[in-house]
Protein backbone atom coordinates (compact mmCIF):
# COMPACT_ATOMS: atom_id res chain seq x y z
CA UNK A 1 0.00 0.00 0.00
CA UNK A 2 0.73 3.81 -0.92
CA UNK A 3 1.51 5.59 2.29
CA UNK A 4 1.39 9.28 2.26
CA UNK A 5 2.40 10.40 5.51
CA UNK A 6 2.83 13.79 7.20
CA UNK A 7 4.84 15.75 9.66
CA UNK A 8 2.11 16.72 12.07
CA UNK A 9 -1.64 15.77 12.51
CA UNK A 10 -2.12 19.56 14.59
CA UNK A 11 0.14 22.48 14.30
CA UNK A 12 -0.53 26.09 16.24
CA UNK A 13 1.67 28.63 15.47
CA UNK A 14 1.75 32.38 15.49
CA UNK A 15 1.51 35.12 13.80
CA UNK A 16 4.66 36.07 11.50
CA UNK A 17 6.41 32.61 11.69
CA UNK A 18 7.98 30.65 9.08
CA UNK A 19 6.38 27.25 9.32
CA UNK A 20 7.35 23.81 7.54
CA UNK A 21 4.97 20.97 6.89
CA UNK A 22 6.31 17.92 5.72
CA UNK A 23 5.19 15.15 3.62
CA UNK A 24 6.88 11.80 2.74
CA UNK A 25 5.81 8.71 0.24
CA UNK A 26 7.20 5.64 0.18
CA UNK A 27 6.12 4.63 -3.21
CA UNK A 28 8.46 5.55 -5.45
CA UNK A 29 5.48 8.18 -6.91
CA UNK A 30 6.65 10.73 -9.32
CA UNK A 31 4.66 13.55 -8.13
CA UNK A 32 3.50 15.34 -5.11
CA UNK A 33 0.89 17.73 -4.32
CA UNK A 34 0.20 20.34 -1.52
CA UNK A 35 -3.76 21.46 -0.87
CA UNK A 36 -5.36 23.32 1.14
CA UNK A 37 -8.49 22.19 2.65
CA UNK A 38 -11.70 24.82 3.70
CA UNK A 39 -15.39 24.28 4.34
CA UNK A 40 -17.12 24.91 1.50
CA UNK A 41 -14.33 25.54 -0.87
CA UNK A 42 -13.12 21.59 -1.39
CA UNK A 43 -9.58 21.28 -2.15
CA UNK A 44 -7.53 23.93 -3.51
CA UNK A 45 -3.94 23.04 -4.77
CA UNK A 46 -1.01 24.95 -3.71
CA UNK A 47 2.05 23.62 -5.38
CA UNK A 48 2.86 20.53 -7.04
CA UNK A 49 6.34 18.69 -8.51
CA UNK A 50 6.40 16.40 -11.04
CA UNK A 51 10.47 16.07 -10.12
CA UNK A 52 13.33 16.90 -8.01
CA UNK A 53 13.56 20.63 -7.84
CA UNK A 54 10.64 21.02 -10.18
CA UNK A 55 7.57 22.99 -8.93
CA UNK A 56 4.52 24.31 -10.43
CA UNK A 57 2.14 26.55 -9.15
CA UNK A 58 -1.33 25.87 -8.30
CA UNK A 59 -4.42 27.83 -8.02
CA UNK A 60 -3.29 29.54 -4.71
CA UNK A 61 0.32 29.90 -4.67
CA UNK A 62 0.42 33.43 -3.23
CA UNK A 63 2.50 33.12 0.49
CA UNK A 64 3.66 29.56 0.25
CA UNK A 65 6.46 28.44 -1.69
CA UNK A 66 7.54 24.34 -1.80
CA UNK A 67 10.89 22.49 -1.87
CA UNK A 68 11.68 18.95 -3.14
CA UNK A 69 15.11 18.28 -2.91
CA UNK A 70 14.63 14.47 -3.02
CA UNK A 71 11.91 12.27 -4.62
CA UNK A 72 9.87 11.24 -1.84
CA UNK A 73 10.12 14.37 0.47
CA UNK A 74 7.63 17.36 -0.49
CA UNK A 75 7.44 20.56 1.79
CA UNK A 76 5.36 23.38 2.23
CA UNK A 77 6.68 26.55 3.55
CA UNK A 78 4.50 29.31 4.21
CA UNK A 79 7.40 32.31 4.80
CA UNK A 80 5.70 34.46 7.46
CA UNK A 81 2.51 32.66 8.68
CA UNK A 82 -1.01 34.60 8.95
CA UNK A 83 -4.18 34.42 10.43
CA UNK A 84 -5.61 33.31 7.33
CA UNK A 85 -3.70 30.53 6.30
CA UNK A 86 -5.12 28.67 9.35
CA UNK A 87 -6.70 25.68 7.28
CA UNK A 88 -6.25 21.43 6.95
CA UNK A 89 -3.31 20.87 4.69
CA UNK A 90 -3.18 17.43 2.85
CA UNK A 91 -0.77 16.39 0.72
CA UNK A 92 -0.61 13.87 -2.27
CA UNK A 93 1.37 11.72 -4.43
CA UNK A 94 0.47 10.41 -7.90
CA UNK A 95 2.51 7.14 -9.69
CA UNK A 96 3.31 8.68 -12.54
CA UNK A 97 4.13 11.64 -15.19
CA UNK A 98 0.88 11.74 -16.93
CA UNK A 99 -0.75 13.19 -13.54
CA UNK A 100 -3.59 14.17 -14.76
CA UNK A 101 -4.72 10.80 -15.55
CA UNK A 102 -3.72 8.93 -12.12
CA UNK A 103 -5.49 9.11 -9.02
CA UNK A 104 -3.91 10.60 -6.11
CA UNK A 105 -2.38 9.48 -2.78
CA UNK A 106 -3.38 11.31 0.33
CA UNK A 107 -1.94 12.11 3.60
CA UNK A 108 -3.87 12.36 6.96
CA UNK A 109 -3.58 16.39 6.92
CA UNK A 110 -2.25 18.88 9.37
CA UNK A 111 -5.00 20.89 10.58
CA UNK A 112 -2.61 24.05 10.99
CA UNK A 113 -3.83 27.24 13.16
CA UNK A 114 -1.92 29.95 12.99
CA UNK A 115 -2.82 32.79 16.07
CA UNK B 1 -11.23 27.99 -16.45
CA UNK B 2 -11.79 24.66 -15.16
CA UNK B 3 -14.59 24.06 -12.18
CA UNK B 4 -16.52 21.53 -10.28
CA UNK B 5 -20.12 21.92 -9.03
CA UNK B 6 -21.33 19.96 -6.35
CA UNK B 7 -24.43 21.29 -5.60
CA UNK B 8 -25.54 19.33 -2.54
CA UNK B 9 -23.74 20.70 0.59
CA UNK B 10 -25.15 17.66 2.89
CA UNK B 11 -27.67 15.27 2.59
CA UNK B 12 -28.96 12.76 5.33
CA UNK B 13 -30.62 9.35 4.37
CA UNK B 14 -31.30 6.20 6.57
CA UNK B 15 -29.83 3.36 6.05
CA UNK B 16 -30.72 1.26 2.98
CA UNK B 17 -31.86 4.39 1.20
CA UNK B 18 -30.43 4.67 -2.53
CA UNK B 19 -28.48 7.78 -2.62
CA UNK B 20 -27.38 9.78 -5.50
CA UNK B 21 -24.55 12.97 -5.34
CA UNK B 22 -24.39 14.88 -8.21
CA UNK B 23 -21.00 16.55 -9.82
CA UNK B 24 -21.15 19.09 -13.26
CA UNK B 25 -18.27 19.93 -14.35
CA UNK B 26 -17.09 22.30 -16.70
CA UNK B 27 -13.44 22.50 -19.03
CA UNK B 28 -12.76 23.10 -22.67
CA UNK B 29 -10.24 20.66 -23.01
CA UNK B 30 -11.43 17.38 -24.84
CA UNK B 31 -9.13 15.10 -22.96
CA UNK B 32 -9.97 15.07 -19.63
CA UNK B 33 -10.17 12.75 -16.44
CA UNK B 34 -12.93 12.75 -13.69
CA UNK B 35 -12.80 11.25 -10.17
CA UNK B 36 -14.39 10.43 -6.77
CA UNK B 37 -13.00 10.76 -3.52
CA UNK B 38 -14.29 9.49 -0.27
CA UNK B 39 -13.09 11.21 2.80
CA UNK B 40 -14.02 9.19 6.28
CA UNK B 41 -14.47 11.20 9.45
CA UNK B 42 -10.89 10.11 10.01
CA UNK B 43 -9.99 12.74 7.12
CA UNK B 44 -7.88 10.95 5.12
CA UNK B 45 -9.08 11.24 1.39
CA UNK B 46 -9.67 7.77 -0.52
CA UNK B 47 -9.57 6.97 -3.67
CA UNK B 48 -13.18 5.48 -5.71
CA UNK B 49 -13.14 5.82 -9.70
CA UNK B 50 -11.31 7.73 -12.56
CA UNK B 51 -12.95 8.29 -15.79
CA UNK B 52 -11.12 9.52 -18.82
CA UNK B 53 -13.48 11.84 -20.99
CA UNK B 54 -13.72 9.19 -24.15
CA UNK B 55 -15.21 6.47 -22.18
CA UNK B 56 -18.77 7.53 -21.13
CA UNK B 57 -19.59 3.26 -20.30
CA UNK B 58 -21.02 3.29 -16.86
CA UNK B 59 -19.51 2.12 -13.84
CA UNK B 60 -20.83 -0.83 -10.97
CA UNK B 61 -19.11 -1.60 -7.83
CA UNK B 62 -20.53 -3.60 -5.63
CA UNK B 63 -23.35 -0.76 -4.06
CA UNK B 64 -21.63 2.06 -5.84
CA UNK B 65 -22.05 2.77 -9.18
CA UNK B 66 -21.25 5.72 -11.36
CA UNK B 67 -22.98 7.62 -14.33
CA UNK B 68 -21.09 9.53 -16.75
CA UNK B 69 -22.49 12.13 -19.39
CA UNK B 70 -20.78 14.07 -21.22
CA UNK B 71 -23.95 15.53 -23.05
CA UNK B 72 -24.82 17.55 -19.62
CA UNK B 73 -21.27 17.29 -18.17
CA UNK B 74 -22.10 15.60 -15.15
CA UNK B 75 -20.57 12.69 -13.14
CA UNK B 76 -23.16 11.32 -10.72
CA UNK B 77 -22.20 8.95 -8.16
CA UNK B 78 -24.90 6.49 -6.36
CA UNK B 79 -24.87 4.61 -3.61
CA UNK B 80 -27.31 2.00 -3.27
CA UNK B 81 -28.51 0.52 0.24
CA UNK B 82 -26.72 2.77 1.82
CA UNK B 83 -25.15 1.67 4.96
CA UNK B 84 -23.72 3.68 8.28
CA UNK B 85 -19.74 3.20 7.09
CA UNK B 86 -20.82 5.72 3.72
CA UNK B 87 -21.37 8.38 5.95
CA UNK B 88 -18.16 10.68 4.83
CA UNK B 89 -17.31 13.61 3.07
CA UNK B 90 -17.47 12.97 -1.07
CA UNK B 91 -15.27 14.96 -3.59
CA UNK B 92 -15.89 15.32 -7.30
CA UNK B 93 -12.29 16.09 -8.96
CA UNK B 94 -11.32 17.02 -12.40
CA UNK B 95 -8.04 17.14 -13.93
CA UNK B 96 -6.74 18.02 -17.32
CA UNK B 97 -3.51 18.90 -18.88
CA UNK B 98 -3.44 21.30 -21.98
CA UNK B 99 -2.08 24.55 -21.11
CA UNK B 100 -0.57 23.02 -17.88
CA UNK B 101 -1.72 20.88 -15.24
CA UNK B 102 -4.75 21.62 -13.56
CA UNK B 103 -6.25 19.45 -10.95
CA UNK B 104 -9.93 20.89 -9.03
CA UNK B 105 -11.74 19.14 -6.85
CA UNK B 106 -15.46 20.24 -6.40
CA UNK B 107 -16.63 21.82 -2.61
CA UNK B 108 -17.67 18.17 -1.67
CA UNK B 109 -21.09 16.58 -0.39
CA UNK B 110 -21.42 15.66 3.03
CA UNK B 111 -23.41 12.13 3.38
CA UNK B 112 -24.94 11.11 6.51
CA UNK B 113 -26.58 7.84 7.05
CA UNK B 114 -28.50 6.97 9.94
CA UNK B 115 -28.84 4.02 11.50
Known amino acids: DVKVTQSSRYLVKRTGEKVFLECVQD?????MFWYRQDPGLGLRLIYF???????EKGDIPEGYSVSREKKERFSLILESASTNQTSMYLC??????????????FGPGTRLTVT | AQKVTQAQTEISVVEKEDVTLDCVYE???????LFWYKQPPSGELVFLIR??????QNEISGRYSWNFQKSTSSFNFTITASQVVDSAVYFC????????????FGPGTRLSVLP
Open chain 1, 92 to 105: ASSLTLAASRDEQY
Open chain 1, 27 to 31: MDHEN
Open chain 1, 49 to 55: SYDVKMK
Open chain 2, 27 to 33: TRDTTYY
Open chain 2, 51 to 56: RNSFDE
Open chain 2, 93 to 104: ALSASIGGQNFV
